[in-house]
């Protein structure tokens, strides 16, 4: 096998096909697993004979890094984390010793913010970044892009690589771009004029940017169903496009239907996690574009098929800085799911749901924001936004508030009639409880009381003290 493998860059599939490599997409799994193999194994070696940090990471291990002889023997070999990451390129940075190319061929450089510690650097030769280009072509293709789409990508230009890769995936499959961004002051108000006029038929975003624009676009007197042109959104940075009264609101509100995607800006291809234009939430796991395994939090022993635990990720075909058994920190839940699409890949069925850190443990019961985020938007009277406050109760109890957001009418009705808002807030007192299992404290706000993201919403206010 030719590693690392080399795409035609002209190739593109007759629109009325389902598949862009039907092969890879439809293989049988025994079969699926020893291309991965194969693609591993060439992977690890070179990783391990060119890049500093990997010779030493896998110093004095049971098997042989440059010569595994099966997926159990890659099982072996240790878990990189972001920590790692830091670490690595705080002592020799930028990039770490992970660099298997010169730097010099480096092509592009993302990272993360930093937000939460040192910001990570990921440096990109051309090649890779041609891969990128066509793995999200594929996943596009499969999500029901066509060349005769316009594509909006409406989400930050900068470091954050999501943007990017959208954009190079829609330009390898031949669509028409447009890089419209986010976040500058009076954007959003010029992405609905522009919606209007040029009439984009795909859009790539947060699904909290989505809402946001509707909100935006209303205000101004527009429907986004009526005087926009969308035909299908695609979405990562957040869970909201597989929570199921998130991605309905978003499809009727806009009439178009939704794929959710994305793995981590380190893994890029991020979209190797990606839904197709017929699965109803979820996203398959395109496994030999980045190998997924399924880890469990505590143990970090792999977990079978139907399992819940922490996605792994491994390039297979990364020449510049590969990560090779990346633990991301997310919790999903993955099947082998009877898509219509008949792609054979695992699926992480209700997409990615949160990550370990924004596990909330409420009386000893797991409970994820984004469980809170679809139960509140099931109701009618939800005005749009929510935070939860976390606060610690003698006896090191969390306590966790709802506060949510209710519609102009039911929160103006507590001037002339108090049991009404009252009985609103009991009953979404009872439907978080059913959901959830636990009792929480609700607290009803003013629609608009909250403020709007242009980009990832930050819901979690954690007021515990170490
Ligand atoms: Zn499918």
Not at 4 to 17: E, F, L, V
Not at 79 to 92: G, M
Not at 173 to 198: D, H, Y
Request: glycine share 8%; proline share 6%; hydrophobic share 35%.
């Amino acid at each position: 096998m030719q590693w690392p493998p080399k795409y035609p860059d002209n190739y593109r599939p007759d629109s009325d096909q389902e598949y862009w490599s039907p092969e890879l997409e439809t293989m049988p799994t025994a079969e699926r697993d020893q291309h991965i193999l194969a693609k591993l194994q060439s992977q690890v070696r070179y990783a391990y004979q060119n890049s500093g940090f990997y010779k030493e990471f896998y110093k004095d291990l049971p098997v042989d890094p440059a010569n595994l002889q099966s997926l159990e023997e890659f099982e072996q070999l240790p878990i990189l984390t972001k920590e790692n990451i830091r670490h690595e390129q705080e002592q020799h940075p930028p990039y770490g010793r992970f660099l298997c190319v010169t730097p010099e061929e480096i092509f592009r450089i993302h990272g993360t913010s930093g937000t939460t510690g040192r910001p990570t650097v990921f440096g990109i030769s051309n090649d890779d970044w041609d891969r990128i280009g066509e793995a999200h072509a594929r996943i596009l293709w499969g999500a029901g892009l066509r060349k005769d789409d316009t594509v909006m990508v409406a989400a930050v230009f900068s470091l954050y690589v999501g943007s990017w890769g959208a954009l190079v995936g829609a330009e390898r499959l031949g669509a028409t771009c447009f890089p419209f961004g986010s976040g500058a002051p009076g954007q959003t108000e010029r992405a609905v004029e522009w919606c209007k006029m040029v009439k984009p038929s795909a859009l790539y975003a947060t699904p909290s940017y989505a809402l946001y624009l509707a909100e935006t676009a209303r205000q101004m007197g527009f429907d986004p169903k009526e005087d926009f042109g969308f035909r299908f959104m695609f979405f990562s940075g957040e869970p909201g496009a597989s929570v199921p009264a998130t991605r309905r609101l978003i499809e009727e509100t806009f009439g178009c239907y939704i794929v959710d995607q994305g793995s981590m800006a380190e893994m890029t291809p991020w979209m190797s996690n990606s839904g197709c234009r017929h699965l109803d939430g979820g996203m398959h796991l395109w496994q030999d574009i980045v190998y997924t395994e399924m880890v469990d939090p505590q143990t970090k022993l792999n977990l079978a098929m139907g399992e819940e635990g922490v996605p792994v990720y491994s390039h297979t075909e990364r020449t510049s800085q590969p990560m090779i058994r990346y633990w991301s920190g997310d919790i999903a839940r993955w099947d082998m799911v009877d898509c219509p699409c008949g792609r054979t890949y695992p699926t992480l069925v209700t997409g990615i749901y949160g990550r370990v850190d924004d596990m909330i443990i409420v009386r000893g019961q797991n409970v994820f924001p984004s469980r809170i985020e679809d139960v509140l938007r099931s109701m009618d009277e939800f005005g749009g936004e929510f935070r939860l406050v976390l606060e610690r109760e003698t006896g090191q109890m969390d306590r966790l508030t709802v506060q949510a957001e209710v519609v102009a009418e039911a929160y103006a009705s507590q001037e002339f009639n108090p049991t009404e808002l009252e009985q609103i807030r009991e009953r979404f007192t009872a439907e978080l409880r059913r959901a959830i299992g636990v009792s929480v404290t609700v607290q009803l706000k003013p629609a608009g009381e909250f403020e709007r993201t242009q980009f990832k919403a930050r819901r979690i206010i954690d007021l515990r003290t170490p």
